[in-house]
């Protein structure tokens, strides 16, 4: 049975992704690799053993190019409306919380907020299969 440990993003600026990664989801470091051309760090919490993989390219000084493949990661949360409040007042800029209903029940609630780099990231509240 296969387990899934970790998704990879590529990151423009690594103090700015660690600050965002912490105060957003209270990611921390749980490993950094140090690589001639790029540097590898590991970012967890203690809620799930799934990492996130950030990955520093020495030398780029451009943003990169997500392009139309790219979708969102997501995050589940216990309370969104405090959470919701939390990025606000730390000045992430959270888009307003939607309700998405299926059948005249509610699937989910969310909200998305944009990392520095640019990539999607939907803030769900604990419900249903989102666990």
Do not use: W
Not at 3 to 26: C, N, P, W
Not at 77 to 83: I, K, N, P, Q, R
Request: aromatic fraction near 12%.
């Amino acid at each position: 049975m296969a387990k899934a440990i970790h998704a990879m993003i590529r990151v423009l600026d690594e103090a700015r992704s660690l600050d965002f990664y912490q105060t957003a989801f209270g990611l921390g470091i749980a490993d950094r690799l140090d690589f001639d051309d790029f540097t590898l760090v590991y970012l967890r919490n203690d809620e799930a053993d799934f990492e996130l993989e950030l990955t520093i390219n020495k030398g780029r000084t451009e943003a990169y190019d997500l392009g139309d493949g790219y979708g969102h990661m997501a995050f589940c949360v216990d309370d969104l409306d405090a959470e919701h409040a939390r990025f606000e007042t730390a000045g992430l800029s959270p888009r307003k919380i939607v309700e998405f209903n299926r059948d005249g029940a509610l699937l989910a609630r969310f909200f998305f907020v944009q990392d520095p780099d640019g990539y999607q990231i939907e803030v769900l509240q604990r419900h249903g299969r989102y666990r």
